[in-house]
Antibody, heavy 118, light 107 residues
Framework: QVQLVQSGAEVKKPGASVTVSCKAS????????ITWVRQAPGQGLEWMGW????????HYAQKLQGRVTMTTDTSTNTAYMEVRSLSSDDTAVYYC???????????WGQGTLVTVSS | DFQMTQSPSSLSASVGDRVTITCRASQGISNYLAWYQQKPGKVPKVLIS???TLQSGVPSRFSGSGSGTDFTLTISSLQPEDVATYYC?????????FGGGTKVEIK
């Protein structure tokens, strides 16, 4: 069965960086992309970007350009999402989800809470 | 910047009522639209893809329609377990923008 298992909760200070991992299983990792979505407390869903696990192509939300990097490791079927220069506005639950080209994100990870606090 | 405008932002209806949520895209997206249901503290769940295709296991009281720029999610007979926030999302190309969400409550 398809599973996406994310890394655990993080607490970071303003200005720091955080990396969230998303380990995939139950499907051919390189046949799909991974999209990342975040949700601040009490707020809606915000699309952050997408990476192809096939060739590493990326698309980032304009708002996060320059501060976010998405990568994959095909040897371990794991996707990574790094956000730099954290502020309190980055406090959110971060989700990864599997996405096939031209299709909707279907399987989602369990979410990772990132708290930015001094 | 691409916009997905969802309305209303919240609604309160009685059990058994018909509920309609709309989503408008700032540019045409054909039928590349999904609807999600999110209950508090839970992961979003896909209800509908390609604007009108019900996902496996989703009750038939949920339906979707539309194409181009205007889309609708309908719950034909609201049930207590449908209390949640609903989001639309375009997925034809980046950015995969979400609507702002509609919080559905029972009156």
């Amino acid at each position: 069965q398809v599973q996406l298992v994310q890394s655990g909760a993080e607490v970071k200070k303003p200005g720091a960086s955080v990396t969230v991992s998303c380990k995939a299983s139950g499907y051919t990792f390189t046949s799909y992309g991974i999209t990342w979505v975040r949700q601040a407390p009490g707020q809606g869903l915000e699309w952050m970007g997408w990476i192809s696990a096939y060739n590493g192509d990326t698309h980032y939300a304009q708002k996060l350009q320059g501060r976010v990097t998405m990568t994959t490791d095909t040897s371990t079927n794991t996707a990574y999402m790094e956000v730099r220069s954290l502020s309190s506005d980055d406090t959110a639950v971060y989700y990864c989800a599997r996405k096939y080209t031209g299709s909707h994100p279907d399987y989602w990870g369990q979410g990772t809470l990132v708290t930015v606090s001094s | 910047d691409f916009q997905m405008t969802q309305s209303p932002s919240s609604l309160s209806a009685s059990v058994g009522d018909r509920v309609t949520i709309t989503c408008r895209a700032s540019q045409g997206i054909s039928n590349y639209l999904a609807w999600y249901q999110q209950k508090p503290g839970k992961v979003p769940k896909v209800l509908i893809s390609t604007a009108s295709t019900l996902q496996s296991g989703v009750p038939s009281r949920f339906s979707g329609s539309g194409s181009g720029t205007d889309f609708t999610l309908t719950i034909s007979s609201l049930q207590p377990e449908d209390v949640a926030t609903y989001y639309c999302q375009k997925y034809n190309s980046a950015p995969l923008t979400f609507g702002g969400g509609t919080k559905v409550e029972i009156k």
